[in-house]
């Protein structure tokens, strides 16, 4: 039986799957509720796509409370080799991987400095994503954010 899965799973791995993060994600504001309300952005925006050679594309966009944008792009291979980061967001270097069609997994630095790592995952009906977020805060101490999703129509 054994064998039966692993034969199963090797032919899995020669069809291309598109990954469920494939999309237009908005996030739920309302639900940052680890930010005071006057702290949260108005508006953010994830797009992933597929690229060209297997490689992964992602864009954000942030609104500001005061109308300010932000935004960020990279396109990546997916085997966790750092690759450079575009925009105005406090990220330059990025490197990603993705465990599961629904999983991706990214590392951010700045300037050299490592910034967070995030973890999105797909929610089993498709239209919703979770992103969890590890980073360090400036008294050094480990801390989490988690940010929710839902994909736009």
Request: aromatic fraction near 8%.
């Given at each position: 039986?054994?064998?039966?899965?692993?034969?199963?799973?090797?032919?899995?791995?020669?069809?291309?799957?598109?990954?469920?993060?494939?999309?237009?994600?908005?996030?739920?504001?309302?639900?940052?509720?680890?930010?005071?309300?006057?702290?949260?952005?108005?508006?953010?925006?994830?797009?992933?796509?597929e690229a060209?050679?297997?490689?992964?594309?992602?864009?954000?966009?942030?609104?500001?409370?005061?109308?300010?944008?932000?935004?960020?792009?990279?396109?990546?291979?997916?085997?966790?080799?750092?690759?450079?980061?575009?925009?105005?967001?406090?990220?330059?270097?990025?490197?990603?991987?993705?465990?599961?069609?629904?999983?991706?997994?990214?590392?951010?630095?700045?300037?050299?400095?490592?910034?967070?790592?995030?973890?999105?995952?797909?929610?089993?009906?498709?239209?919703?994503?979770?992103?969890?977020?590890?980073?360090?805060?400036?008294d050094g101490?480990?801390?989490?954010?988690?940010?929710?999703?839902?994909r736009a129509?």
């Amino acid at each position: 039986m054994v064998i039966t899965l692993s034969s199963a799973g090797a032919a899995l791995a020669d069809t291309p799957v598109q990954s469920p993060l494939v999309g237009h994600w908005v996030l739920q504001v309302g639900k940052l509720t680890m930010m005071p309300p006057e702290a949260r952005p108005k508006r953010v925006d994830l797009e992933f796509a597929e690229a060209a050679d297997g490689r992964w594309n992602s864009r954000v966009q942030i609104v500001d409370q005061a109308d300010h944008g932000l935004h960020s792009e990279s396109t990546l291979s997916l085997d966790g080799t750092p690759g450079m980061s575009s925009g105005t967001y406090w990220v330059d270097v990025v490197a990603a991987t993705m465990p599961a069609p629904g999983v991706l997994v990214m590392q951010f630095a700045w300037h050299g400095q490592p910034s967070s790592t995030r973890i999105y995952t797909v929610g089993e009906d498709g239209k919703t994503l979770t992103e969890t977020e590890a980073f360090f805060r400036k008294d050094g101490a480990p801390a989490m954010r988690i940010a929710y999703f839902s994909r736009a129509s």
